[in-house]
């Protein structure tokens, strides 16, 4: 049994890497974690050209991903959110699952999901774009799980004095900036607890299941 863990995020270590890989340190079998930081993977296209095969015609880092997504029984895929969706990388990653569709194709149903989401201010949206992904590609979804990130605006240098960054969004006008309001995981055990758990979870459902079969 192998689950592999990926993280949509563009930037490296901060939320939503340490969230997947918090789930993943609950996992008791084989796992693999991948972040989509620096790659390419360009939109679905809708050419059709996967559909006598199950395999996607474009040449780009998603051939790579594929026989990991084939490979593995259960995922836990993490996004932040951008502007109330889950952001471009992930959407043209999970877009690219098109390829399992046709044809009766097993390559994906069937599995196990695990959601991760985080936000500057919001969390939830991004864990719910992938749990409606799971659902619709029949993957159980067994639990969300998301967390406060720091915007952009706490580290760019012009977030005390900018009106339309999220210093003065959340706080107001002459506000600070200090480690003491500046968001951050390590500062969320209950999250980083709930994503362990949800990693326990997840080895007992695969135990069973493995068991069963
Ligand atoms: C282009 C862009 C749009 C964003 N839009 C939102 C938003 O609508 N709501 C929100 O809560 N956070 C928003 N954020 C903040 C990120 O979700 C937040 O910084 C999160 O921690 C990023 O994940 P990471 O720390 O793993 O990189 C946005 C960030 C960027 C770069």
Partial sequence: MKVLGISGSPRESLTTDPLVQKVLAGVECEKEFVSLKGMHISPCIACLGCVEDNVCVLEDDMADLRSKIVEADAYVIGAPNFYRLLNGLTH????????????????????LGVAVGTGGGETQPPADNIRTFFEYNQIECIGTVTAQGPAACFSCGYGETCRSGAIHMFFGPGTKITPEITPDIMKQPEQLEKAEDLGHKLSERLKQYSMAT
Avoid: D, I
């Fill in 92 to 111: 043209c990653f999970l877009e690219r699952w098109y390829q399992f569709r046709h044809r009766e194709g097993k390559a994906v149903a069937g599995k």
